[in-house]
């Protein structure tokens, strides 16, 4: 009986890893990734389409003494439940080129707005965009090196 149970119990745990499903996100020191992919964070999400970004496009458009704008590739993904980031449906086909700037003397990031920096990104809501703001920057100037 012992026997069998153990068998039984192994069977079960061998089923239910084959037959777990992939996850679209995956959360690594609080960042979110696109099938944990480093190179593609999660840069925006809504209660129904987010938005993944490409950090080896990211380059600087133009910079002055007061500004630098920074361009990047980002395709949509429509989520199949609202907020949630376990399943999407990905549009990567849908390429996008997306723009942010970044005051120079304080390091704050705006949004682009019709070509110029529209509202500052800030605050809790914004958090991801920080992040994966921050980490397009230092993807530009690596890529631009």
């Known amino acids: 009986m012992r026997r069998f149970i153990c068998l039984l119990m ?11 499903e992939e996850k ?3 959360e690594m020191d609080g960042i979110t990734y696109y099938h944990g992919d480093p190179g593609f964070p999660v840069w ?6 987010g938005a993944v970004a490409d950090l080896s496009s990211a380059y600087i458009v ?12 980002s395709f ?10 376990e399943r999407a449906i990905p549009l990567e086909d849908e390429w996008r080129e ?9 390091g704050e990031f705006f949004f682009n707005r019709d070509g110029r920096a529209g509202n500052k990104v800030e605050g ?3 958090a991801r965009e920080l992040t994966a703001y921050q980490m397009l920057l230092e993807a530009a100037e ?4």
């Open 98 to 106: 997306c723009w942010f700037w970044q005051k120079l003397k304080t």
């Open 142 to 145: 690596a890529n631009m090196r």
């Open 124 to 126: 809790e809501a914004f």
């Open 10 to 20: 192994l069977l079960l745990i061998m089923t239910s890893t084959t037959f777990a």
């Open 76 to 85: 949509p993904v429509v989520l199949r439940e609202q907020g949630g980031t």
């Open 44 to 49: 925006s999400m809504g209660n129904r389409v």
């Open 24 to 26: 679209d996100f995956v």
């Open 62 to 73: 133009e910079e002055d003494e007061k500004w630098r704008l920074i361009g990047f590739l």
